[in-house]
Structure formats: C-alpha cells, structure tokens
C-alpha cells in the first residue's frame, strides 16, 4: 500500500504543514478535507520558474471552488476560470477584479450571461453560435459591449489525453470547420468584442511532449486564424490539461522538459504577436498534491471470510477514490493515521458509512485504515 501524496513535501502520515491532524480532527469532525498552503504555493513557484515567463496563469474553480484556495491562489497572481453562477459569486466575493475572469462552459443559462455583462468580466468563452447570438442580445438590452472568446473544437485531438475533450464530436467548442460562420455572426453584432479563442484538447496529461505539441497546434491555429480573419487577438487559451500522478506506476510530469520544450514555441508566437497573451488554465495541477481526505474507521467487522472497516467518510464525500465514473477501479494510496490496536492486523474491505456495497474506498487493504490519502492527492476534483 502506497504512502502519502506522491510528490508533496508539506503532507506526511502525521502532519499537514507542522499541523498533526489528531488536532485537525479536535477542531474539526471527521471526515475532513485538508489544504497545504505551502504546498499550493511550491507547485505554483515551480511551474512559474519552469515555464516560459509569456504565460498567464488562470485557477480553474471547477476543481475545488475552496474561497481560502482561490484568495491565496489569486495573491500569487493567477487569474479565475468559473463555469457557474456559485462560482463567478464566489470570486468576486474574494475580490477577484472582473478582468481576471473568464466564465466557461457549453450551457450558460441567462441569469450567467447577464450576471457576466453586469460585472464586465474579461470575457465569456462562447461555445456556440447560438450563445453569441443570445449574449449580444442581453448585453444590447443592458447598454455595454462584453468581450468573448470563441471555444474552438479544433480538427486535431489532444495527444496522451486521459480524457479527450476535442477534435472528436462533442458539446465543447464551435467545430473548426464552422469558423468562418462563427466570425462572420460576431462581425453581425454590436454587443460582443472578439479577444481571442479557447481551445482545451483534453485532461490529466503526464507526458510533456504531448503537452509541447499540444501547445504548437494550438497557436498554429490561432496564427492562421489571425491571417485568415485580419484580427489581432488580446489572448489564446491554450487549456491546460497538465496531469498529476495518482499511483506509483505513473510518471509525474517533468515540467523543466515541458518548459524547455514551450519556450521557442511560445517565443516565436509572441515575437509574431506581441501583445496577444498566452493563457494556460490548471485546476488539478496547481492544487491537487495539496490536499488529503481524513476518515475515521468506525467499525471493524467480519463478514464470513472478510473483514470490514466501516469509515465515516466514503463515496457520499470522496467518489473518485469510490471509482465513481471511472472504467477501471483502483485503490487509490491510504495511509494509517495512528497507531493499530492489537489484534486487528487484517487485510480490509475499507467502507464508507452508505447503504450499498459500491461505497467502497478500498479493497483488501492493511491494517487499521484511519486516514485516507486518496485520489492520490486530494486537494481537487
């Protein structure tokens, strides 16, 4: 059984950042989520000082819309990447300025766009052409003029991807080969500004060459496009993706290789346009290694030839350690937190506290399973 966290130097089997979570847990009920704001800030200086400094740093929300997360993210100078109304509310809520928000997603509802016009945000990644249609009509009914990005699902797909996001039939993004009738509605409009274009190709990549020329791709589309169109773009979205490793058989990502290897890609793109910015957006990366769930096995049973550690956190907290939505399911690492009473050295079905046989974090595990570092981190997702 695996131990802590891969590649988190602030998370150990007794302690987040000097904290030991026997005080967690006096302050705090189990089960509990806990951040390391040290760990959140050594991944981000490490990817900062690694990738070329061109690039912009954007927070995706989706991966853990934790207020405390977003403020120190946001003082370390990332960007805010929302795809709800709980999400934009929560970042304005923490004092993020409205250009530094971007709002994402292919089924944005009025009360969204509106809110979005309302605020000013830096822009609204169009999925459709419908939504350029609706959202120039609300932003005309309001008076002001909103900035969008268009989505593209570009003809080329996201190599090495764990899940494939473009380049494939899907609900993201305007296809490539409809682009000339997406330009040709916002170049009808009076209400929306075209900025530049979003293209995410896919998520949990681990292989840095697939992530340089990812990259490449992205930004020969935008440099055609701009040919092509006579436009020159405030900023190319080129998604993120950057994977974390959750088991020991995966590589980490060797993000001093990636930079290497974005650095005259990037250089070259901005020479051509120096005032366009370069976005990558990163939720899983700059937070995951950053976290742990805590559990507290409450009960220790047998069960004919079987025995079962039934926790007071499972799949009702924690469904990607449950294997929920995923094909294949794998224990994910646990550790013991604490020591084991004697006489209970058995190998556990270890539970959460549900009414069915799937909430199950992990499968014929050691000993007494009290802390749970699972989804190999933690901290999103």
Avoid at 86 to 93: F, Q
Avoid at 262 to 283: M, Q, S, T, W
Avoid at 331 to 354: C, D, K, S, W
């Amino acid at each position: 059984m695996s131990a802590f966290p891969p590649d988190s130097q602030f998370i150990s089997a007794e302690n987040i950042d000097d904290i030991p979570y026997q005080r967690l847990a006096d302050k705090v009920p189990t089960p509990f989520y806990a951040y390391s704001a040290s760990q959140i800030k050594a991944d981000f200086a490490a990817l900062k000082k690694s990738l070329p400094d061109e690039i912009h740093y954007f927070y995706s929300l989706k991966a853990n819309p934790n207020k405390t997360i977003v403020q120190l993210l946001s003082r370390e100078g990332t960007g805010c990447e929302v795809c709800s109304l709980a999400e934009l509310e929560t970042v304005i809520r923490q004092g993020i300025p409205a250009g530094d928000i971007i709002f994402v997603g292919p089924g944005k509802h009025i009360a969204e766009l509106t809110q979005c016009c309302r605020i000013g945000i830096k822009a609204v990644v169009i999925e459709s052409i419908e939504e350029i249609k609706l959202l120039n009509d609300i932003a005309a009914s309001m008076g002001v003029i909103q900035t969008i990005a268009l989505r593209i699902n570009p003809d080329f797909t996201g190599e090495k991807a764990k899940l494939v996001m473009s380049g494939k039939p899907r609900q993201f993004g305007i296809d490539e080969q409809l682009l000339p009738q997406a330009f040709a509605c916002v170049g009808q409009q009076s209400n929306v500004r075209l900025a530049g274009i979003h293209i995410y190709l896919g998520t949990r990549i681990l292989d840095w060459q697939a992530l340089a020329k990812n990259t490449l791709n992205i930004l020969s589309l935008a440099e055609s496009l701009q040919d092509i169109y006579k436009i020159d773009f405030d900023f190319v979205d080129v998604g993120g993706g950057f994977g974390v490793r959750y088991f020991d058989k995966e590589k980490p990502l060797d993000i001093v290789a990636l930079g290497e290897a974005l650095a005259p890609v990037i250089h070259n793109y901005h020479d051509k346009f120096p005032r366009c910015k370069i976005i990558v957006e990163l939720g899983r990366y700059l937070i995951a290694r950053a976290g742990i769930f805590v559990t507290r096995v409450n009960y220790l049973k047998p069960s004919r030839d079987e025995w079962f550690a039934v926790c007071d956190g499972g799949a009702n907290c924690h469904g990607s350690a449950a294997g929920i939505n995923s094909l294949i399911r794998r224990n994910f690492p646990m550790a013991r937190l604490g020591e084991t009473p004697a006489g209970t050295q058995h190998r556990y079905q270890v539970t959460g506290p549900l009414c069915t046989p799937t909430d199950l974090l992990g499968e014929k595990t050691d000993g007494e399973l009290r802390g749970v570092s699972s989804r190999t981190p933690s901290g999103g997702f």
